[in-house]
């Protein structure tokens, strides 16, 4: 009887220990990694989508910071076809930003300019941003970093505009860790993860991946210069944060 086929390897398990970054070849299968990867990413990006119809009006810019592959942005448009919309995409990696425009395409809607840089070193090229988001972007960097960006955000936002962030966060409390770790573990399980793939996952992510509390998270967003933070979405690590430039709006 034949031996059934080994299962295609995962692309976590081609790094080594502390080892992942965005390469080119995470970015030719970064939509179904992330997809599977991520619990309720398709759900957070409703919600994102959602909320555009409050916070991006017609002629609005949205900043994008970290957009990967550009599926938010493409969302984002493609719920409102009759809006004409403007997007500052920043990604550090140049293969990511070539996928969104091929991904971008399908937006004629939408006016997009494409910003290969480091967003904590390099400055934000956009100004008076309608929403600026940063989806699961935040959590790979240093806190100092994520105050930097943050605040450079706020700088370049609209005193209208608001701000989105999505994170994986660290429960302070041991034990509600320990659940979050094996319900996101199951999570990945039931949707076509293997063991060994999660696990080679979080060896590359040593080091790598920073969470840190929520009240971490909401209190960088308030030294920044954000105001009203509010807890949108909660699923024990994965939460989703929204805040806005001003109390008033002027």
């Keep these: 009887m034949p031996t059934p086929a080994d299962p295609t390897p995962d692309i976590a398990e081609r790094f080594t220990t502390g080892g992942w970054a965005f390469t080119p070849e995470v970015a030719d299968v970064f939509p179904e990694h992330v997809r599977a990867s991520v619990p309720y990413y398709d759900d957070i990006q409703d919600l994102v989508a959602e909320a555009s119809d409050w916070l991006l009006p017609d002629d609005g810019l949205v900043a994008d910071l970290g957009a990967s592959t550009g599926t938010t942005v493409h969302r ?3 719920r409102h076809p009759t809006r004409r919309l403007r997007a500052s995409l920043y990604d550090r990696e140049p293969t990511m930003l070539d ?21 904590r070193r390099a400055p934000l090229n956009h100004g008076d941003a309608d929403l600026t988001l940063a989806l699961f972007t935040l959590q790979f960097l240093p806190v100092a970093d994520r105050f930097h960006v943050l605040y450079e955000a706020h700088q370049a936002s609209a ?12 429960p302070p409390d041991s034990r509600w860790a320990e ?34 509390p929520e009240t971490t998270l909401t209190t960088v967003i308030t030294q920044a210069g954000w105001c009203a933070p509010e807890v949108l979405f909660r699923w024990h690590s994965w939460c989703v944060i929204g805040a806005f430039a001003t109390p008033t709006g002027l």
């Design 99 to 119: 996928r969104a425009a091929q991904t971008l395409t399908e937006a004629p809607n939408l006016d997009v300019d494409y910003i290969p840089a480091d967003i």
């Design 76 to 78: 984002i448009a493609q």
């Design 159 to 170: 005193p209208s505009g608001a701000l989105l962030v999505a994170e994986k966060v660290r």
């Design 179 to 212: 659940i979050a770790a094996d319900a996101s573990h199951d999570w990945k399980a039931r949707h076509g993860i293997t063991d060994t793939a999660i696990r080679a996952k979080a060896r590359a992510l040593r080091g790598v991946l920073q969470p840190h």
